[in-house]
T-cell receptor, first 108, second 113 residues
């Protein structure tokens, strides 16, 4: 079955609100990565996070191995944050198993 | 930042025809990957490679072949294209060291009629 469960599948926010995206994984973790995908576009790496908390501007990634979960927090959302956010579990051989993605829409 | 390019960007093929998708990376990464992205499935790994001359099967290899003739180039080959292979295909490259991120190309939209 699916190794990575991502939630929610979609999220609609007003500009300025915060977003919390979750991924749960069922297999051994070597690292969790988060990507951003513009509508119709390619993927851009946001975080490589094997464990703990990492920050990048308004984005925060937290991976808790014992609880088999990773989260992406977006603070003070902006319309330019709209797009799809994907988590990916890295396994042996640097292979990635992706979640199905979370579509974020931020309205002005 | 790694540069990964794909060609063609859009392709219309006929059922039973042969399709070759090409990928080129200029950052000297050892690893390269081919994924397809479909609504409801996310990205799924088709084939990958650890270096020139090597190809490995990913999670959904049936109906696809891959070729890695050089460090820079990685091709995905559909010998007998089927409508079920209509999708968006992404190529990615990555560092061979454990735990490094992957850099993705812009994607190829393939429609098989």
């Amino acid at each position: 079955g699916q190794q990575v469960q991502q939630s929610p599948a979609s999220l609609v926010l007003q500009e300025g609100e915060n977003a919390e995206l979750q991924c749960n994984f069922s297999t051994s973790l070597n690292s969790m990565q988060w990507f951003y995908q513009r509508p119709g576009g390619s993927l851009v790496s946001l975080f490589y996070n094997p464990s703990g908390t990492k920050h990048s501007g308004r984005l925060t990634s937290t991976t808790v191995i014992k609880e088999r979960r990773s989260s992406l927090h977006i603070s003070s959302s902006q319309t330019t944050d709209s797009g799809t956010y994907l988590c990916a579990l890295e396994s042996l051989g640097s292979k990635l198993s992706f979640g199905k993605g979370a579509k974020l829409t931020v309205s002005p | 930042e790694a540069a990964v390019t794909q060609s063609p960007r859009n392709k219309v093929a006929v059922t039973g025809g042969k399709v070759t998708l090409s990928c080129n990376q200029t950052n000297n990464h050892n690893n390269m990957y081919w994924y397809r992205q479909d609504t409801g499935h996310g990205l799924r790994l088709i084939h990958y490679s650890y270096g020139a001359g090597s190809t490995e099967k990913g999670d959904i290899p049936d109906g696809y072949k891959a070729s890695r003739p050089s460090q820079e180039n990685f091709s995905l080959i559909l010998e007998l294209a089927t409508p079920s292979q209509t999708s968006v295909y992404f190529c990615a490259s990555g560092d061979a060291n454990w735990g490094r991120t992957q850099y993705f190309g812009p994607g190829t939209r393939l429609l098989v009629l």
